[in-house]
């Protein structure tokens, strides 16, 4: 009786520890600095929604870096620098 309370404590709390673990929250890449490859090379990607986009596509849009040159997709679409006026401009030039 004791064996049989023994190997369902055990299980219990195995399966404790591996639920614990499979429902911890995963890291997010798009927290991370963001770069895109230029065709010769990654260059920061600046701030997403003020300085690029990532329209629909299925090529890599942005990737983050382990700090080693190890790049890592993040972003999935067509990287789209936004041009024309900084929004700070934009305001300063409104006041008079």
């Avoid at 890449?29 to 230029?38: K, S």
């Amino acid at each position: 009786m004791k064996r049989i309370k023994w190997t369902i404590m055990t299980l219990i709390i195995s399966l404790s520890v591996g639920g614990a673990l499979a429902t911890a929250p995963q890291h997010d890449c798009r927290t991370d600095p963001q770069y895109y490859w230029t065709g010769s090379g990654y260059m920061p990607a600046g701030a997403w929604g003020a300085t690029y986009l990532c329209d629909s596509g299925i090529d890599i849009c942005t990737y983050t870096t382990d700090g080693f040159g190890n790049y890592t997709g993040c972003r999935q679409g067509e990287y789209r620098l936004i041009t024309g006026i900084n929004k700070t401009q934009k305001a300063k030039a409104g006041k008079k």
